[in-house]
């Protein structure tokens, strides 16, 4: 009688999905959305993660054309109960735009890349189907800009949800900092706008969650001139020691403090070097200025460190410096696909108001000179400025975005890959990069305000919640119970 209740349960079970697939299918075909399901042959190509250390098997992947196919796709979706993601580029380190999980229904945005550059007020109308290069390309066309990351191949959505830092956020912000506007896709398909002054708790939500709250279907950005002058550095130095290393970074939190220019912006770069001991060492960047006054800027912080290996000054226009920062990818993201990695990432952010210690980074730079050399992971860490000086990051108020960290010094990213960039990644590698971020941690304060950054999202990250969210969290989930009830818009490390 067990056996028989038991298979009796698994057929209504089964029953039960294959019943949703074919309302599923009904819904979306009624709206004329192209959508692939898992019996269709490219399948398989639609639905890999661009890190693939993860495999998800979603249950469909829509490619809407228009924001009301958005907007049906997710009312057929929520019809189903069934978890509904956006995918704008599909970057995500931890594979959240296939859903975290199986049995989401991926809404990609791929088709909807209409960007509209308004000069009359200087704004731009940005479809979230369009990724950074291309964003890039298009406003220079006009002479414009906004702050971005360096990857061609990010899409804006997820990059403008969660942040979206680049060698010109001291002066211009994040990418969420420049969103004026927004047309966003609520759980029960509802389209709406959302600004400071039509859903204001909508807006302020999205820049800084927005995945959680809705699908953003585009953006209005406040764009800025494209800089006449551009100058892309690069110095390195091979094989540094410990003690090196250490004062690159120490020497780097002093240099912030000076009265630097709100134009210059810069990340440190260590790998492992070719023995125990050692590491490699980049500083890398680009000032937004005039040229020629670059070698006075940075003389101060070159003093501090040995003679570089070589040295790179690549100075032009600066749609140049888009495209040498983003080399060897292109800018027109069109000319060849995506391509992928097996990897595992973590992030931390500093405190401006507490820099890492020097037990901090010693610990820090130690482990990556030996136990960095002994990992069979390809690793790389960066050391990016977001504060200092004239910071533009951090001169925003800290409640007026849902973005938690407005006084960071440095976010440091931890990015391992396994040796050869294909499946299956190394358990060790996980924690290679556990140990690196311990390494600072032990070493400092057990009161230090650190945070870690959602762009380089981390599914195994203790005490998630309040490292990404900060104490806007409570604010989060009730705007997230007000637009999401039932909570359609969930993945790994979202708001609940």
Request: charged content about 10%; proline content about 5%.
């Amino acid at each position: 009688m067990v056996l028989v209740s038991f298979l009796a349960l698994s057929c209504l079970s089964l029953c039960a999905v294959a019943q949703n697939i074919t309302l599923l299918k009904q819904a979306l075909s009624a709206h004329g959305v192209a959508t692939v399901y898992a019996t269709d042959k490219n399948y398989t190509t639609v639905s890999r993660a661009f890190n693939r250390r993860f495999t998800f098997s979603p249950v469909a992947v829509a490619f809407p054309t228009s924001v009301a196919q958005v907007s049906a796709a997710v009312a057929a979706g929520a019809a189903q109960n069934l978890e509904v993601v956006a995918r704008s580029g599909g970057h995500s380190y931890i594979a959240n735009g296939l859903g975290g999980n199986n049995g989401a229904l991926v809404v990609d945005m791929s088709k909807l890349k209409t960007i509209t550059v308004r000069s009359s007020n200087n704004t731009a109308i940005i479809e979230t189907g369009n990724r950074l290069g291309d964003v890039a390309l298009a406003l220079n066309a006009f002479g414009r800009a906004i702050p971005h990351g360096t990857c061609s191949y990010v899409g804006i959505g997820g990059h403008s949800g969660y942040g979206g830092f680049g060698f010109t956020s001291r002066a211009w912000g994040l990418t969420l900092d420049t969103v004026k506007s927004a047309t966003v896709v609520l759980s029960n398909g509802t389209i709406v706008s959302a600004s400071a002054n039509v859903n204001p708790d909508l807006f302020w939500a999205i820049r800084g969650a927005s995945p959680s709250m809705g699908i953003v279907t585009s953006i209005e950005v406040q764009t800025f001139p494209s800089p006449p002058s551009a100058v892309v550095f690069e110095y390195s130095w091979d094989d540094v020691d410990i003690t090196t290393g250490s004062t690159a970074i120490s020497a780097f939190q002093t240099f912030a403090a000076t009265n630097l220019s709100a134009e210059f912006g810069a990340e440190l770069v260590f790998s492992s070097g070719s023995a125990s001991g050692k590491v490699n060492l980049g500083w890398t960047g680009a000032y937004y200025g005039d040229a020629t006054k670059l070698n006075g800027i940075v003389a101060p912080y070159l003093k501090s460190l040995p003679k570089p290996t070589s040295t790179t000054i690549t100075p032009g226009p600066y749609i140049n410096s888009v495209a040498v920062l983003a080399a060897p990818d292109a800018l027109n993201t069109t000319t060849a696909p995506d391509g992928s990695d097996t990897f595992y990432t973590k992030s931390l952010m500093t405190p401006e108001e507490s820099p890492m210690s020097a037990a901090a980074i010693k610990a820090f730079v130690t482990y990556m000179a030996k136990q960095g050399f002994s990992s069979n992971t390809d690793w790389f860490v960066e050391v990016e400025l977001y504060g200092g000086t004239n910071s533009a990051i951090n001169a925003v108020p800290p409640d007026s975005t849902a973005f938690a960290k407005r006084d960071t010094l440095f976010t440091i990213q931890f990015y391992a890959s396994s040796a050869n960039g294909a499946p299956p990644y190394p358990a060790a590698g996980l924690t290679f990069l556990d140990g690196m971020v311990a390494s600072i941690l032990t070493n400092s304060p057990s009161s230090w305000n650190y945070g870690a950054y959602l762009n380089y999202i981390d599914n195994r990250l203790t005490n998630a919640t309040n490292l990404y969210y900060g104490g806007h969290y409570p604010r989060l989930e009730s705007i997230k119970a007000a637009f999401d009830p039932k909570d359609i818009f969930r993945f790994p490390v979202g708001v609940a």
